[in-house]
């Protein structure tokens, strides 16, 4: 990835906590850093000029503040920020038309206290032309939160559908694991077939289920074999679960330091989309969630 990293920042204790895995992901993966504020909307249809300029002036404020707060953690970074005038989430999808990776809390400063995730993280998921990590307020395994990362606190998890498998969401999963050195534990959630249980065979036996099984297991051994060939510093961990893929998802995902999902682009839909796996996913997740647009 060589196209500089977006992060967006609102003074929130979410948006710190994506500054901060974004520095960390740029100084890792050697790219630039684009901070992006954009001023809350104010209610009304006119605002009056002083209380845009102070809008602005606080903006400006803030920004200049993350960015040397930043620098000094990273003194090799290249960074810059940027005020926008434009809504927040017009000025981040602006921005990510020329970025590889755009970073955002899983929230921001408005909502309430239950809210898993904003408005504005959701249209950035469901909308931006380039990979999107959503941060929550605290990752898992976050560098100096105090508390021990957990075991799985450096691999990476990415769904994985051997039937159909999308080369953009599996690469994004497999250079986040070769950057950082971690493991790759690749889930793929499987059901039984519609003909398993029928007026005669009312009960599917071990034997079948294990047969079948044996057949997903093969299919995602055969299917990651250009992958392993691509990356063979990466070291992998196959997961075939007989559960609902956000299920399976979710608990692989504990404790692990990056989760990663795709999202099907629709041209029709001029909002974006997202299916019911990444949207389950993202509003239960407790660490960072990339999510990768890719064509059907």
């Not at 999902?261 to 407790?286: C, E, I, K, N, S």
Request: net charge negative; glycine share 8%; hydrophobic share 45%.
């Amino acid at each position: 990835m060589n196209h500089p990293m977006v992060v967006g920042i609102d003074g929130s204790a979410h948006s710190s906590a994506a500054a901060d895995w974004a520095a960390r992901e740029a100084a890792l993966r050697g790219v630039p850093l684009h901070l992006v504020h954009a001023s809350p909307p104010l209610p009304g249809n006119a605002v009056p000029p002083p209380a845009a300029d102070r809008l602005r002036h606080l903006g400006e404020q803030m920004l200049a503040r993350a960015v040397a707060d930043l620098g000094d953690r990273h003194p090799h970074l290249e960074m810059r920020g940027e005020q926008s005038d434009d809504p927040p989430a017009t000025a981040l999808l602006a921005a990510a038309r020329t970025a590889g990776l755009l970073v955002v809390g899983t929230r921001g400063t408005g909502g309430f206290d239950a809210l898993a995730v904003g408005s504005v993280a959701l249209r950035m998921a469901m909308a931006a032309p380039c990979p999107v990590v959503l941060v929550p307020r605290q990752p898992a395994g976050a560098f100096g939160d105090g508390i021990p990362a957990a075991r799985d606190a450096t691999q990476v998890v990415v769904g994985f559908d051997a039937h159909h498998p999308v080369s953009e969401t599996a690469d994004f999963a497999f250079s986040a694991a070769e950057a950082r050195g971690a493991g790759l534990r690749v889930v793929m959630a499987w059901a039984l077939p519609a003909e398993s249980v029928s007026p005669r065979t009312p009960a599917v036996t071990e034997e079948d289920r294990a047969t079948w099984e044996d057949q997903e297991v093969a299919q995602l051994s055969d299917a990651l074999r250009a992958w392993r060939e691509k990356y063979p510093r990466v070291t992998i961990r196959p997961d075939v679960v007989l559960l609902h893929p956000a299920e399976a998802l979710l608990n692989a995902s504990r404790g692990a330091q990056l989760l990663v999902v795709g999202r099907r682009t629709d041209p029709q839909a001029v909002d974006g989309r997202l299916g019911f796996v990444a949207h389950g996913v993202l509003h239960h997740a407790r660490c960072p969630v990339a999510v990768v647009p890719h064509v059907d």
